[in-house]
């Protein structure tokens, strides 16, 4: 099967400046992804590729098999949400809904009427609160039926009223067009709550990747003693380390159960766990998704 | 995208109908006074242009009478401009400054096949609205064509087919300007600069040679003579082909002064002639022709960059 979005290597510059550098990536099809990542991490930049707006700087990738520029038919089997849902302003909502109708050969007005229920189809598009320009897109990019979807910051601006209204709908929508999603976010909460897997990105890598629950089940937070440390029995890798008066906390990968009784194990938060990969220190390691940096295994 | 083009450009569209209502009842108005002075003053009896005693009074009093009006005729040279830069420039610009492209070509219409419908369809509106207002020009001008002719770039500018041709040029590089320079401004200004660069270029340097010009040799102090052609040049040459300059046609008319002759009769008596190069009146259309041509395929060519560059550079 090919996979929904699959990145080599891929690359784009801005001028002088890396977007997204050296980022390998397969989501397959019919994944729920979060892609995640601070300010200027790229994710808007890998979006933006994949849905042809950008042109790779190096690499190359594939969207459903196809590569966005050369065939732009596919972007008719992608729904791509841009930041701050930027619809025609001087147009009414029934006008913005005729446009996305007339621009795409697949259209379900069934399902986009159900979700503009609350709007009134003659009120003009700037008018709108962001939280219900933000569904209006939704629900044309849901009307597309789309394969692939992809959402860059849908809850930037809305607030948690809006926020979790979004999420009904879009999982509503999902649960009938079972499309790949990704959704790009710093909102780490929501994250959670929709997606099965997850990609954290930063300074244009990719630091991470994986099932939601399995990176939950290979992590591990260790509270102790401070010591020097040393190799522990079951820690594959300590990502980050962190010490308070005389507490030490470690956030490791394990391989197998911590039994060392003078190590406290608790589970760790996604939230936790992906700021642990993007924190300074762990950003300064050259190749941190590959190596385990030797000098912390004692 | 013929809807959606409709629905977004339907405002300017009727802007510019409406322009062109104000226009048609403007000339209408005017024209009353203007057709009733013709016939009054039996102008077509002086037609064509001919040495009919007192037809030079009868047009100079007509001319001094009109004139500036035709001068304001003249000035809506500037319209094919507007197209360029109210309906060209924003096209692509203001879906840059807005962000409104990254809704627009992620759709199941290719951002290629956007912008060929929407040029398309844009052109041709703009060659209608430019269209008509060449023929409303023309129907205005007939007393001046009939006795000025319609070759000299005043009235060659503002009738026939180079109208729809200069307004499509104007479109066309709105366009492209809006796709380089993505603000609706600076396209705005750009599109003017070069608009009004290619049109003296042409003016100056390519329209004089689309045909090798006309000479005629007549006597200095001949008048009235290829009143309807588009004269280039009128130079004064001496008995021995030489071209005379003016402070030696000046040192020649001081001497007659001085010698109590008419100095238009001196300077005949000198051998001298006037030798006249012209484009005749006759080439009206072939040259209306090749103009249009001309700015036609420059529109074509700029549209074919702009539909090439918008798949090959995307946002």
Known sequence: ???????????????????????????????????????????SALLALAAGLLAPTEGSLAVLGRDPLAEPAVLAEVGFLPQGAPLYRSFTVSQATEFARRTNPRWD??????????LSPHTKVGTLSTGDRTQLALALVLGKWPRLLLLDEPFAGLDPF??????????????????????????????????????????GRVRLEGQVESLLESHRVLLGPRRPIGAIRGVREIVRER??????????????????????????????????????????????SEGIPLQWHG | MAWVTWQQHRAQLFVGVSLLAALAVAAIGTHIPIAAAYSHEALPYCLPPSERAGCDLLVARFQEEFGSWATVVRGLAVLPALAGLFVGAPL?????????????????????????????????????????????????????????????????DVEGLVVPAYAVFALAVGVLAGLVLR????????????????????????????????????????????????????????????????PRENLAILHAHQASVDPQT?????????????????????????????????ALAITAVAVWLVRRTPA
Request: aromatic content about 8%; hydrophobic content about 50%.
């Open chain 2, 92 to 156: 692509l610009a203001r879906e840059f400054e807005h962000g409104t492209y990254r809704v627009a070509w992620t759709q199941g219409v290719t951002r290629r096949g956007w912008l060929l419908s929407k040029s398309a369809l844009l052109a041709l509106a703009t060659i209608v609205v430019a269209g008509l207002t060449s023929l409303l020009v023309m129907w205005w001008r007939e007393p001046f064509d009939a006795l000025e002719g319609r070759m000299a770039p005043s009235a060659f």
């Open chain 1, 109 to 118: 007005a069934e399902i986009v009427a159900g979700m503009l229920e609350r």
């Open chain 2, 183 to 246: 603000r609706t401004v600076a396209a705005m200004t750009a599109t003017l600069v070069v608009f009004v660069a290619v049109r003296v270029l042409v003016l100056v340097f390519l329209r004089p040679r689309f045909m090798t010009a006309r000479h005629q040799t007549v006597l200095p102090s001949a008048t009235g003579a290829r009143s309807t052609e588009w004269v280039l040049s009128d130079t004064l040459v001496d008995a021995g082909g030489k071209q005379v300059s003016a």
């Open chain 2, 266 to 298: 001196y300077v005949d008596s000198l051998g001298w002639k006037r030798i006249v190069s012209y484009q005749p009146a006759g080439r009206f259309w072939t040259f209306q022709l090749l103009e249009a041509g001309l700015f036609f395929s420059l």
């Open chain 1, 162 to 203: 809006a926020c979790r209204e979004f999420l009904q709908l879009l999982m509503e929508g999902v649960a009938l067009i079972s499309p790949t999603v990704v959704i790009a976010s710093h909102v780490m909460a929501d994250i959670e709550r929709v997606c099965d897997g997850v990609v954290l990105l930063a300074e």
């Open chain 1, 243 to 288: 010490h308070s008066g005389r507490q030490l906390t470690l956030l490791v990968e394990v391989d197998g159960p911590v039994l060392d009784p003078s190590w406290v194990v608790e589970r760790v938060s996604l939230e936790e766990l992906l700021l642990a990969y993007i924190s300074p220190d762990r950003l300064r390691t050259p190749k941190p």
């Open chain 1, 1 to 43: 099967m090919t996979p929904a979005l699959s990145a080599w290597n891929l690359g784009k510059r801005f001028h002088r400046v890396w977007g997204l550098r050296h980022c390998t990536l397969t989501i397959p099809e019919g994944a729920i992804v979060g892609l995640v990542g601070p300010n200027a991490a790229g994710k």
